[in-house]
């Protein structure tokens, strides 16, 4: 049994999808939850209700994790109403999806600012909070198949994964004996608003499910937020600067 009872998490992007999930299983384990969002309030005050109705404390914050300002003023709030945080999940992915031949500069940096250096402006940002003498804080990016394989119109996407999962590493060198964790999960292919709309989404998800290695389960926003909450808790203490696949073994088949 998970209780993180007397813990504070950050979730970015926690207004829908698989933020929204990995808030929720936070507040199941007993933590107060900041739910951030950058465009849809409404969603991300219906998140903060789901977490109150489970007699957690919670708070919705805008901010855009792209811009560093955002991301120290957020912090800010989180140390003055909070005063600790022991808990970060860096979820928030943007892009759109498009061929390279279609993308330019501008496109590469802004996707490579949201889905990759945002984790890192977050970490500097919080250090100071995440940081203790005794015990772990917790860091969590979500990643995608994308960072390792090449998928149709996923190019700047998956390459600001790669550099995500590099990053973290690099993050744990830097931080991991400042008390804090970091780590990736990775997830398979979940449906959310993003997903939803990819082009030919619906064969996209066949696919998958014909070879899914789980008996009589599709992945669901749940399981990654239960691989989240796992990273998130003292039973992956000694877990660090990992990438945890979740995916029902989709990826291993040849
Ligand atoms: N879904 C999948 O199949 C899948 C698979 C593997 C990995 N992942 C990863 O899991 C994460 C979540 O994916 P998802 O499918 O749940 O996404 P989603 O449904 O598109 O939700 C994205 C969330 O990010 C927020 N957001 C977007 N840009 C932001 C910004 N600049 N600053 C702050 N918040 C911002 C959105 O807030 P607003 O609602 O306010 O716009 C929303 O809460 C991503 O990192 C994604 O790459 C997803």
Redesign the pocket.
């Known amino acids: 049994m998970i209780d993180l009872t007397g813990k504070v998490a950050l979730v ?9 999930a990995c808030a929720i299983r936070l507040a199941d384990a007993g933590a107060d939850v900041i739910v ?6 409404s ?2 005050l219906e998140t903060a209700a789901e977490i109150q109705t489970r007699g957690r404390r919670a708070a919705v914050v ?6 560093e300002d ?1 991301v120290a003023a957020m912090i800010g709030f989180v140390e003055r109403e909070f005063g600790q945080l022991d808990v970060l999940i860096s ?4 892009g759109g999806f498009r061929t390279l031949d279609n993308a330019n500069a501008k496109h590469f940096a802004a996707v490579m600012r ?2 990759a250096f ?1 984790v890192v402006q977050l970490v500097h940002a919080a250090r100071r909070l995440l940081a203790r003498p005794t015990g772990h804080a917790k860091v969590v ?5 994308g960072s390792r394989m090449a998928l149709p119109a996923y190019g700047l ?1 998956g390459a600001s ?1 790669a550099a995500l999962e590099s990053l973290v590493r690099q993050l744990a060198l830097e931080v991991g004996n400042d008390g804090i964790n970091i780590n990736v999960v ?10 939803r709309v990819i082009p030919g989404a619906e064969s996209m998800f066949a696919a998958v499910n014909e070879r899914i290695l789980v008996r009589e389960r599709e992945l669901t ?1 749940g399981d ?1 937020a239960d691989a989240v909450l796992f990273l998130a808790s003292p039973l992956s203490d000694l877990i660090q600067g990992q990438t945890l696949v979740v995916d029902g073994g989709v990826s291993i088949r040849g």
């Open positions: 970015t992007g926690a207004s829908r999808g698989i933020g929204k951030n969002y950058v465009t849809s309030q969603l991300a805008r901010a855009d994790v792209s811009e955002d979820n928030v992915a943007t949201t889905n945002a990016a979500l990643s995608s198949h996407i994964k990775l997830a398979g292919l979940v449906a959310t608003d993003s997903t926003t990654v």
